[in-house]
């Protein structure tokens, strides 16, 4: 059974930083492409970033220049280092695991961010 459990989100002024966390069980980890996601009220749940086993990362348009994406794969830890945070970054961000070739596929359970102006 795999679980992921995020940490790190709360409450920030506009321009300030977060850093989210999410600890993996499990042993799929080290083979997984990691990688946030948020969902905003009334919004579909959107990509914010990913990392491949192999370190490869993508970014969605918004966040690029402000976020980073990171993992310790002795930890089985991914983090998402989130600077010059704003109002519209606020959303609740879901880990997520995956790997198509051996057909898993599992999110956290997600962790409120709210960017205050």
């Not at 695991?97 to 599992?106: C, E, G, P």
């Amino acid at each position: 059974q795999v679980q992921l459990v995020e940490s790190g989100g709360g409450l920030v002024q506009a321009g300030g930083s977060l850093r989210l966390s999410c600890a993996a069980s499990g042993s799929i980890f080290s083979i997984a492409t990691m990688g946030w996601y948020r969902q905003a009220p009334g919004k579909q749940r959107e990509l914010v970033a990913t990392i491949t086993s192999s370190g490869s990362y993508n970014y969605a348009d918004s966040v690029k220049g402000r976020f980073t994406i990171s993992r310790d794969n002795a930890k089985s830890t991914v983090y998402l280092q989130m600077n010059s945070l704003k109002p519209e970054d606020t959303a609740v961000y879901y880990c997520n695991a995956k790997r198509a070739v051996y057909a898993f596929n599992y999110w956290g359970q997600g962790t409120q961010v709210t960017v205050s102006s």
